[in-house]
């Protein structure tokens, strides 16, 4: 259990079992890095082609296919006003305004904390298949020592519910209720398909596992969590903590053990440490440990075992060891059950031959000398940010666009309806910006007449239903601030946007060619190969007629009719796509629509 050599990444966890597509994925997270998202989508797509050092490929075509064909299988719940606010400018952030959906928790003192993925895949003639992550890390590209569950199972025919499966059934259908704003009905639909049928999967439990129970946490009708029998020992880990929950935990139990972060550890009483054997850091020298597929710091991962007779019970998810945690957070937990020899504490911290072991990666800790002297003023910045946030994020804010009579631009205004209008804190600067224009472009808030702000003309590449703000305050020589972005409707959308957009991000037929050869490449070919044929641009030809490696589009479109011919609906919806502007359809390679009109057609007869 916990083999540090044993490393997954997300993108390993997300992708299809071998002949099943993506139907449709539930994510849920704490906090939500755009850029993450974007690259997520390549791991149900082009999940085959990977660089030298064995990273998903990173070819701007593959992440602008993979996000158009999986924005609408997306559905990603995270905490509102906890979406980063991006490094740089993307247009191609537009595909996922339908996917992500910011919530917040029925306590007002919590946040929305589960990291869990539910994924429905189909098969053209299998079953369906699901696929349960519970992680201890957001979607963002925190490269932190963390916990990952992957669940797999089929759907079954049964009439009833498992009862085992029913909580997990029940907080699904409780997301949308949390949403800051309406989902659309799309999305409802296939949240309430997905949690009707998560009832009736079957999940295969992981070798040496025995049972597994599903908690999730702050929603109505699962309050009350407890880990069980008092009085049996607990190992404790989690990258914070909170005091009253460190020392009651364990208050009936003895020789317990808490792994935590030196600066978590350093905020709790000595005489709550006190209760437990013995307290553990991540050592320094792997604090920060390089290895040939990421840099890994700090400790994330969130997990309680506890020892219970010849049994073990180990909980992973997102909880961390604080009361917000069990009392006020939305949170999920999964529990397994099994030989105490299997996934006891002492299994866990063990030596088995010569092998590192997770304790390896363990020092004792040694705490400093004297109080930790808590920042007052700095604290009262910060909760009186939070309080301007939320009072942001319950406006219930959307953004205008008019277009400019005689341009190709749109003038763009964030506003909030009359009736939410308000008077936000004085002392609190406020800045806001749309993310496709650079911070420099950011309009300050009149604190004294509510909401209102005017972005001027933009154009349609710059429409965006996310926008970021900067809030900022000072006190006693001391200034605070924080920045996130939000997500709102956008009211007066061009028609055809979505297809205006493509035509920008396609510069050139270039780009057209190299995107459909794209769409018909055998998983086979290396992406060297795909992306080598700049100076190709014709219909005809053949694979050793170009310096540059070409490979023959007409050829490509055959072998796809005879071989896959799903990969010429994906050549469809492109077509389509392109064919709505007059600007885009000119990008298309030349000669092409009279072979692909002649192709098509015979596809249509097949399925007809």
């Known amino acids: 259990m916990l083999n540090p050599q044993d490393r997954s990444l997300l993108f390993e966890s997300l992708r299809p079992p071998v002949g099943y597509l993506l139907d449709h994925a539930i994510g849920c997270t704490f906090s939500l890095d755009l850029h993450a998202l974007l690259t ?219 792994i935590s972060r030196q600066a978590s550890l350093e905020t709790i009483n000595s005489e709550s440490l006190h209760q437990y054997g013995t307290v553990f850091t991540l050592s320094r020298d792997v604090e920060t440990e390089e290895s040939d597929e990421e840099v890994l710091s700090g400790l994330h991962a969130k997990l309680f075992v506890m020892d219970d007779g010849w049994k073990a019970n180990v909980w992973t998810g997102s909880a961390n060891a604080t009361d917000a945690a069990f009392n006020t957070n939305v949170e999920f937990l999964v529990c397994l059950r099994g030989r105490l020899g299997d996934l006891g504490i002492g299994k866990l911290l063990g030596q088995e031959g010569h092998n590192a072991s997770f304790a390896d990666l363990l020092q004792e800790y040694r705490g400093q000398e004297g109080p930790v002297v808590t920042d007052a003023i700095q604290k009262e910045l910060e909760k009186k940010l939070r309080t301007v946030r939320l009072a942001l994020l319950a406006a219930r804010l959307f953004a205008k666009i008019t277009p400019v009579e005689d341009t190709r631009e749109f003038q763009l205004e964030l506003k909030t ?66 920045r996130f972005v939000t997500k709102v409707p956008l009211v007066g959308k061009p028609e055809g946007r979505m297809q205006k957009l493509l035509g920008s991000l396609l510069k050139n037929k270039s780009q057209v060619l190299r995107l459909l050869l794209l769409l018909l490449a055998d998983s086979s070919m290396p992406m060297d190969k795909l992306t080598a044929f700049h100076g190709f641009s014709g219909i005809a030809g053949s694979s050793s007629d170009s310096a540059s490696g070409g490979i023959p589009l007409l050829e490509s479109l055959m072998k796809a009719l005879a071989r896959s011919p799903e990969k010429l609906d994906r050549i469809s919806r492109l077509v389509e796509d392109l064919d709505k502007t007059d600007e885009s359809v000119n990008l298309l390679p030349d000669g092409f629509m009279p072979v692909w009109e002649s192709i098509w057609q015979i596809r249509k007869e097949m399925v007809s």
Request: aromatic residues 12%; proline residues 7%.
């Open 40 to 258: 997520t989508s390549l791991a149900f797509t082009f999940f085959d082609w990977e660089d030298e050092s064995g990273s998903i490929t990173s070819d701007p075509l593959a992440l602008l296919e993979s996000v158009r064909r999986n924005a609408d299988r997306f559905s990603i719940f995270c905490q509102a006003g906890q979406i980063y606010v991006p490094r740089k400018q993307e247009r191609i952030f537009a595909y996922l305004e339908q996917s992500v959906h910011e919530v917040l928790p029925p306590s007002a003192k919590g946040v929305f904390h589960p990291k869990i993925w539910l994924i429905r895949y189909t098969h053209e003639t299998g079953p369906t298949r699901y696929r349960f992550i519970c992680l201890s890390r957001n979607l963002t590209f925190d490269k932190s020592w963390d916990t990952v569950l992957v669940l797999d199972g089929f759907l079954t025919e049964r009439v009833y519910a498992y009862a085992v499966n029913n909580p997990l059934g029940d907080f699904l259908q409780r997301l949308p209720g949390l949403c800051l704003s309406s989902l659309d009905q799309e999305t409802i639909n296939k949240v309430e398909q997905m949690q009707y049928e998560v009832r009736r999967v079957l999940f295969e439990p992981p070798e040496g596992i025995e049972e597994l129970s599903f908690h999730p946490m702050g929603i109505p009708g699962y309050r009350n969590f407890t880990f069980g029998p008092p009085k049996r020992r607990m190992l404790v880990m989690s990258p914070f903590l909170s005091d009253d929950f460190v020392k009651n935990l364990v208050r009936q139990r003895k020789d317990c053990v808490l």
């Open 417 to 482: 309806v009359p009736e939410n209008e308000m008077i936000l804190i004085g002392d609190v600067k406020i800045h806001c910006w749309p993310i496709t224009l650079p911070s420099h472009r950011a309009v300050p808030i009149d604190v004294c007449q509510g909401i209102g702000m005017d972005f001027g003309k933009v154009s349609l590449d710059a429409l965006t239903a996310f926008f970021a703000f900067e809030l900022e305050c000072a006190g006693n020589g001391k200034t605070c601030t924080e």
